[in-house]
């Protein structure tokens, strides 16, 4: 058969979901490729992830289109057979980091997520070797690594192979103590240690995790923090505060899942601010055009 495949939401991550299901295809025999829009196919698959991601509009020469993502049904899923399988990595040539879940899922039920109605609980996923498969640096996208057992043990192993990593979902802040700190600072980053501050209560938690991780030397020290931007003074009061501890507030405008309402202007022009550093570092949100 002839597979096509088309990443809604562009080349610039790469999409786990198509990976494994080009792997799978390749694996029984099919031809794979990327969308050519002049080619039929037997069956196209489409991944969205995100909701606010635009469809792709062309014409698709197709027996069979198959859509899946968040962006298009948080409730669909991979077949098993296609799921256990291991990513094809030659789609995105340019990405030299594996990729993967230790984890899947959340105990937490924040409002604004989708995690919990999207997989539930944690639970176990993969082993740090089944996602490296050779590589020496890995892109996790757990939701909540140290809420897991499972999770913790994969770090640990982490630190003993000396992979370098990157929890890019970041790290719950309440689940950071002292003995996780001294743990986390023996982890090779890929990139900076990220967490979130989504509400103000938060902000006393975030200042206790960070006190630990700089007592443990856990470097960078400058962490990275996920900032929702709902209600715009919350915001402002948060990103000023870690701006004042010497973290690195990132913005992100809320949206609302159930019926995918988009971000106001101000919560946008508010996200602009604060991710613009140079701005950011100078210019006060009420002088901000």
């Known amino acids: 058969m002839n597979i096509g495949l088309l990443d809604i939401d562009g080349h610039n991550f790469p999409n786990l979901a198509l990976m494994k299901i080009s792997a799978y295809h390749k694996m029984i025999g ?16 489409k991944s969205k992830v995100f909701t606010f991601t635009p469809d792709n509009g062309f014409v698709i020469n197709a027996n069979q289109i198959i859509e899946g993502g968040t962006g298009y049904d948080p409730l669909i899923s991979l077949p098993i057979s296609v799921h256990r399988t291991q990513p094809d990595y030659s789609l995105y040539p340019k990405y030299k980091e594996a990729y993967g879940f230790l984890t899947r899922g959340c105990p937490n039920k924040c409002s604004w997520c989708i995690v919990p109605m999207k997989e539930g609980n944690i639970r176990p996923e993969n082993g740090i070797e089944e996602i490296l498969q050779d590589r020496k640096s890995a892109i996790l996208m757990d939701n909540n ?31 950071i103590d002292r003995p996780m700190a001294k743990l986390l600072s023996k982890v090779k980053w890929l990139n900076t240690l990220r967490m979130a501050c989504d509400v103000d209560s938060m902000l006393p938690v975030i200042l206790k995790a960070t006190r630990y991780l700089r007592e443990y030397d856990c470097k960078p020290s400058n962490y990275f923090i996920y900032l929702l931007v709902k209600d715009i003074k919350s915001a ?30 101000e919560q946008k022009n508010f996200a602009r601010w604060v991710n613009h550093k140079a701005i950011f570092n100078n210019v006060e949100f009420a002088d901000y055009k």
Not at 145 to 166: M, N, R, Y
């Open 236 to 265: 402002h009061k948060r990103a000023k505060l870690l701006k004042y501890w010497g973290l690195d507030p990132f913005a992100q405008p809320y949206r609302d899942f159930t019926n995918n309402s988009r971000p106001t202007k």
């Open 145 to 175: 690594i140290l809420a897991s057992d499972w999770g913790i043990k994969q770090i640990e192993k982490i630190i003993k192979l000396k992979v370098k990593v990157d929890f890019n979902q970041g790290l719950d802040a309440r689940l």
């Open 30 to 45: 099919d031809n794979v490729e990327w969308v050519n829009h002049f080619n039929d196919y037997d069956v196209v698959y």
